[in-house]
């Protein structure tokens, strides 16, 4: 009832001041930033965060919130009109969505995905409100030992999910984040590590730069050496129509809710599995299976209610455990902490208020981007038809602007450049770049953790492996390890196999 108390105080707050036209303006931004392929939701919430660093600290958390969710849903657009999806949370709704304009049916397409994603969306802030603060709860019984478990896990599970046909590439970029995370002044002693005398790295690398140049600058190379795109020409057909198809797939969307507030949950997993879950139990339990990829409304409601779910899942770990679920939340976790807010199992006591805060604005994003998507299919459009080659140079500024503005060092635009660099070759190689991010954002909390702990149990580390939550913590991981290791893989698949025949 408190929890209730505090969502409408916070929702009042919002309409009753400037911050109801920030919501607005902002979740349209994020919306523009979404469809334009190249730039991703992740590169939007990190450029917005180095522009919102002297906002107060509520409005700037509202303007991040409404440009990450106006973001997961923009991408739809250039999936259904381009068959390229504008941030990786939607490249399963290309799958039918693309087809489906391709049949003249643009218009009732995106209202399909707009209904999906305000589905999602609401399914996703139920789980918000009534996880967060039994999880907050919870966690209050983690010590330093399972803390440790837990980012190690985030990161394992991140490159296992992300790289799904070949694991131990998203584990090599989820430990090279992991050390990088190690550079500079360690958090006990201050005693500077890899830094080869230099006063810069003593610093340690700056997150945001480096996310920014992960996702921003090797985003835009990448886009830089593929094709011109061309947007598919039809006509464009009634978008109540849509609205009326959606409707028709409740349970679809219920179900895709679900499961993509569950992907939302796990570490550094995110949007992208949130839709491809989603996309694949509706396929399995559909009457109509081979429409999928040609044009179903199931699979379109399926993955745009999963990536928009898994939204507010991700910022369930992220309030509570301090630990992110996908690569933007894991920018908004930064974010908190550099306008002082202190994530964590704490939360719930210090500022329970806060936690449905941020229910209210992902409530009012969500309304938002309902009510921009219907209202403005078609002006939209036409944000589609500007230039990749006049865009990309005014990224790439802001990129810089970006990299600059947190803390006036020259030294992360190098830093930024240098991650741009590095994340298109890590890209070309096909390894993944969340579990990267993810381990920069975990490495402080695995490598205070892990030290901490030792000290506690005067250097024994049997503590690590005898708790009860640190034993099924590392337990899970090495059953996922040995799982993901091929000979394994395929003498389960033939046990399986025999089981089914038999």
Request: charged share 15%.
């Amino acid at each position: 009832m408190q929890g209730l108390t505090y969502f409408l105080d916070a929702i009042a707050d919002i309409v009753t001041s400037i911050q109801i036209l920030d919501v607005f303006w902002a979740t349209l931004l994020g919306i523009i930033v979404g469809m334009l392929p190249g730039l991703t939701a992740t590169l939007g919430v990190a450029l917005m965060t180095t522009l919102t660093f002297d906002m107060e600290s509520g409005r700037a958390i509202l303007i991040l919130i409404c440009m990450y969710v106006g973001a997961i849903y923009g991408g739809s657009r250039s999936a259904i009109l381009l068959n390229i999806p504008g941030t990786p949370a939607n490249a399963a709704t290309s799958m039918d969505g693309f087809p489906l304009a391709r049949q003249g049916k643009a218009g009732s397409a995106m209202a399909i995905a707009t209904s999906g994603s305000f589905i999602g969306s609401i399914i996703g802030i139920l789980g918000l409100a009534l996880v967060a603060p039994a999880l907050a709860e919870f966690a209050l019984d983690f010590g330093v030992y399972e803390f440790f478990w837990l980012a190690l896990f985030g990161v394992v599970v991140a490159g296992q999910l992300t790289a799904f046909d070949d694991p131990i590439k998203g584990w090599i970029s989820g430990f090279l984040g992991l050390f990088v995370a190690m550079i500079g002044q360690e958090g006990i002693h201050a005693v500077a590590r890899f830094s080869y005398g230099s006063t810069d790295f003593a610093g340690g690398i700056g997150l945001l730069p480096a996310m920014v140049g992960a996702f921003g600058f090797a985003e835009l190379l990448s886009v830089m050496r593929q094709d011109a795109y061309t947007v598919v020409q039809t006509k464009m057909d009634s978008v109540l129509s849509g609205i009326r198809s959606a409707l028709s797939y409740k349970i679809t969307a219920i179900r895709s809710g679900l499961i993509g507030t569950f992907m939302g949950l796990i570490p550094g997993v995110g949007e992208d599995m949130g839709a491809w879950g989603s996309y694949a139990a509706a396929r399995h339990s559909s009457k109509e299976k081979d429409k999928f990829g040609h044009g179903s409304v199931e699979g379109l409601v399926a993955a745009e209610t999963g990536n928009n779910s898994a939204v507010s899942g991700a910022l369930i770990p992220v309030l509570t455990l301090a630990v992110p679920g996908s690569a933007p939340a894991a920018v908004l976790l930064a974010a908190m902490i550099i306008h002082g807010i202190r994530p964590g199992p704490m939360i719930m006591i210090e500022s329970p208020d806060f936690v449905f805060s941020v229910v209210a604005m992902v409530f009012m994003a969500t309304v938002a981007m309902a009510i921009l998507g219907l209202l403005m299919t078609k002006p939209l459009l036409l944000i589609l038809q500007v230039k990749r080659e006049r865009l990309m140079p005014i990224i790439f500024v802001l990129c810089t602007v970006g990299a600059f503005a947190i803390s006036s060092r020259l030294f992360d635009v190098w830093i930024m450049l240098f991650f741009g660099v590095f994340g298109f070759l890590l890209r070309e190689m096909k390894y993944p770049m969340a579990p990267l991010i993810l381990g920069i954002v975990l490495g402080d909390l695995l490598d205070k953790n892990l030290r901490r702990g030792l000290v506690l149990s005067d250097g024994d580390p049997t503590p690590f492996f005898l708790r009860p939550v640190s034993a099924v913590l590392w337990v899970s991981l090495l059953l996922l390890v040995v799982l993901s290791i091929p000979p394994v893989r395929r003498l389960f698949s033939r046990r399986r196999s025999k089981e089914v025949s038999s």
